[in-house]
């Protein structure tokens, strides 16, 4: 008997073995001037070694201004092509798809780096966000038309490496997101007011690659089929509902995009998405990372760091959780987006167990799914599900420690029970990733080699 | 980068080279958040000098509600700043002494002759004044000038403003406030605890000053005060009874701090009758005081303010000014019952030829001091003030205009206008005779002893029931043989018939 899980997925352009997306996650692993290294292949590398069909690579910047964290590899401009095909290829090797994902964080800069400190984040609008007060200016309409032609040379750099597709990070608070969303934007011009010019902006973006890219390419967008930019703090506005998400997907289907990849939240990390823990421990020692990043920071901080005020955070991250379920947190309003749109859908958010996995493809709520965590825990996480097996031996626990750690240390699963409580086994694990260096045996011979 | 940037300033590189969006906003913002610390703090600092500083009081636009319930000035009590105490503890310790102690006054201060009206929580003439971030409560000129009078033992008293509280028991008042208030079931808990079953809002801060600083202060106080005046109250004296105070002893105390046991034992007796207050404009220029010490009607009303309690530093001269407009032109009150007048008219001929020359403003007499060999009444109040208070009086207001500059020590008892007579009973100066007919006897058939301070009045002796069981019930025994009560004396009149005595009295009725 089949599994749907590995059954084939054909899109318009492109065909992926499987139903496993490696959803878009990475670690500081790159050069601070956004040039990849060594690391960064090792990782993709290791995923596509685990059997997913595709992997969406981390959000990648398509321009200095819009880089979320310094040590991301980015796709700014044509020197980084080369870099971005040594990716590509060392997936393929693993009969595994490379989806470049196309991002500009807007004001949602965690960490802005040297290079952005002195500028405020571009957005939609010039109020800062609500969790860590990042400072932002609203757009010009000559910065908008300057952004757009930024994604359609990332989307351009893209194929030219040799990538299968390009996804746009048009959800989770981003930039994209914050034209969007009712919740953020609040311009007063053409890309302002009604939906459909709060759209206009990722509209343009889908145009604009389209041109540059021509149909022929895979080209697939990231959106929220939900906001709810009130989960954390009560007093903000909700954001696009579901009526709206479903509407930006068939404008976007119309507008060229051959998937849709399905998510919610209106900021990253929101309560609801990923969905799991909120280690505030992990706050406490690594969140320092980010206070000064927004004007909120040392008030965030000082939360996470005194024991007794910790109930507040918790109170409030959770107090939206309780009506969605951990494993498949957006699985409802991706089947809606799915009734409403043509095209395939990727869902993303808690997906883990087999058995979840192969009831909301065979049940119609998405066509693939899209992993994180629970791959970050368990690369070979497709091979244990090929077995037969629902779930690996050590799964993920959807703690989020990996994803707290983020911004200070190098990307690995944290939840040290699942290393028996060994810590030093924990780190020798996620310390894998720098293995081999680029200055290894097999790489430098590879460089005498192309020198002669 | 520029030049300029790089200089290096006392070899340390400036902090400031640039800064971020960040740093500006949270600039701004703790400019933002200092200002409102500092608006803050300022208006806790004006909150707190209002709170601590600010000296107010209710403001009767009415004056006889005035007269019963303003302050003149005489609520220098506790507080936290100053032990400097007023005659009676601020107003929660006052208004729950008798419910703390019902041992040492069962009848609450109604049964010393205060009088309550509806409505009030204090009674007539003690009033309330924000003082140094407590609520004090002082006395002022309607505690001893108010009274009651009542037909029969089952009338309602009628209040009568301006007449002589002859149902006051004053020096049983004072000791009893003295007493209570050193008593040790008086504490911040209780006091507040009681206030509170009383139905008062006792605020947090006022618990505070409670128990951190005012009961502290207040024991303080009183024991000073009771060092000051213990000798005139603690039973070595004469009683002063009811309707009777001792005007210039207490004074020499609280006022100049003298010490009374190194004073004659005799000078200690002093007590008199309350007098009345109305129509004093006629007075000015009289020798006013049973002794006539005075011929100042200021001076007179600001002296008695002292005696209340007010203290140089505290009187509320506006407040005495409206007391003094008032009471300038306030008429006598009427006789409130019936009067023969056939009687009253062959009374008037008789008080022309016999009373008016000392008795009637526009007597040749009237106001003036008759020498106490011939007026032979009780010298001990005349002897109380001596030339030595004088001296001391003249060292008030220094520099100011209200500095005391016409009393003087002198050798006898002023004759009295009579107007109001029928509401000033008892009669003399020491209220040693209880009604006008008994006045109007030789002092050896005069009452010996008697009641006084029954409000129940006897129509056809002209003065207030003194000899049923009720009267010595309510009031307070007054024993004439004792020192300073004597009732000699006074002998214009004696020698009238009866008839001609009863016309007489008849008409004093309508004066």
Known sequence: ?452 | MQEENLKVAGGTLTDYIYSSPVDHYQHHFRRIVLVIVLVALALVLIAGLYYFMSDRTPYYANISEHFKYGSIGAETGGSIFTEVGGVLPPYFVFKTLPAICPDKLPGGYASLGLVFEPGHDLPIGVSRRWRLGVEQVGLNCAVCHTGTVRQSADATPQIVLGMPAHQLDLENFFRFVEDASLDDRVTADSVIATAEGMGDHVSIIQKLILHLFLMDRLKLVTVSLQNRIGPLLNGGLPEWGRGRVDTFNPYKAIQFNWNLKLLPHDELIGAADFPSLWNQQPREGMHLHWDGNNTSVDERNLSASLGAGVTPVTADHASLQRIHDWIWTLPPPKYPFAIDHGRSARGKDIFTQACAECHSFGGRKTGTVENIATINTDPYRLNSYTYALTGNQAQLYPDSQYRFTHFTKTDGYANQPLDGVWARAPYLHNGSVPTLLDLLTDPAERPKQFARGYDVYNQQKVGFVYDTPQAKQAGTWYDTTIPGNGNGGHLFGTQLPLDQKLDLIEFMKTL
């Open chain 1, 1 to 452: 008997m089949s599994d749907v899980i590995f059954e084939p997925l054909k899109f318009r352009n492109l065909t992926v073995k499987n139903r496993l997306f490696r959803s878009n996650v990475s670690g500081r692993f790159d050069n601070y001037d956004g040039s990849g290294t060594q690391a960064r292949i090792n990782w993709e590398e290791s995923f596509a070694r685990g059997g997913v069909g595709a992997i969406i690579s981390s959000y990648v910047p398509v321009h200095l201004r819009g880089r979320i964290i310094p040590n991301y590899a980015m796709v700014d401009s044509d020197d980084k092509i080369p870099f971005w095909r040594a990716v590509g290829e060392a997936v393929h090797r693993h009969d595994c798809k490379y989806i470049m994902q196309l991002s500009h964080s807007g004001r949602q800069r965690d960490v802005p780096g040297v290079e952005n400190f002195r500028e405020k984040g571009l957005s939609s609008t010039s109020q800062k966000d609500s969790f860590h007060g990042l400072l932002c200016e609203a757009m010009s309409i000559q910065q908008i038309k300057e952004t757009v032609r930024y994604f359609a040379d990332g989307a351009r750099r893209a194929r030219q490496a040799g990538l299968d597709g390009v996804e746009l990070h048009a959800s989770h608070g981003y930039l994209i997101t914050q034209f969007l969303s009712s919740g953020i934007n609040d311009r007063k011009d053409e890309y302002g007011g009604a939906l459909r010019n709060r759209a206009a902006f990722l509209l343009e973006i889908i145009q604009a690659i389209r041109k540059e890219v021509g149909t022929d390419y895979h080209l697939q967008a990231k959106l929220n089929a939900v906001d709810f930019g009130d989960a954390l703090y009560p007093w903000e506005k909700k954001g696009n509902t579901l009526e709206e998400g479903i509407q930006v997907a068939q404008w976007a289907e119309e507008a060229g995009v051959d998937a849709i990849h399905v998510s919610i939240g209106s900021i990253f990390p929101h309560p609801l998405l990923p969905p799991g823990g909120l280690p505030v421990d992990e706050f406490n020692w690594w969140y320092g990372t980010m206070i000064s990043s927004g004007v909120r920071g040392y008030m965030n901080y000082t939360v996470f760091h005194f024991k007794l005020l910790r109930p507040m955070i918790n109170l409030l991250w959770n107090r939206t959780k309780k009506s969605h379920p951990v494993e498949a947190v957006s699985s409802e309003y991706c089947r809606e987006v799915k009734k409403n749109v043509g095209v395939p859908i990727i869902n993303t958010g808690g997906y883990q167990d087999g058995k979840v996995i192969r009831r909301v493809i065979s049940e119609g709520y998405t066509d693939a799914v899209s992993i994180a965590r629970p791959l970050i825990a368990n690369r070979d996480l497709p091979h244990v599900l090929q077995s037969g097996k629902d779930l690996p031996e050590k799964p993920c626990t959807f703690c989020n420690r990996c994803l707290v750690n983020a911004p200070a240390n190098p990307l690995g699963c944290y939840d040290v029970r699942r290393f028996n409580g060994d810590h030093d086994a924990m780190i020798a694990e996620i310390m894998k990733v720098y293995a081999p260096s680029q200055f290894s045996e097999q790489h430098l011979s590879a460089a005498v080699a192309s020198e002669e």
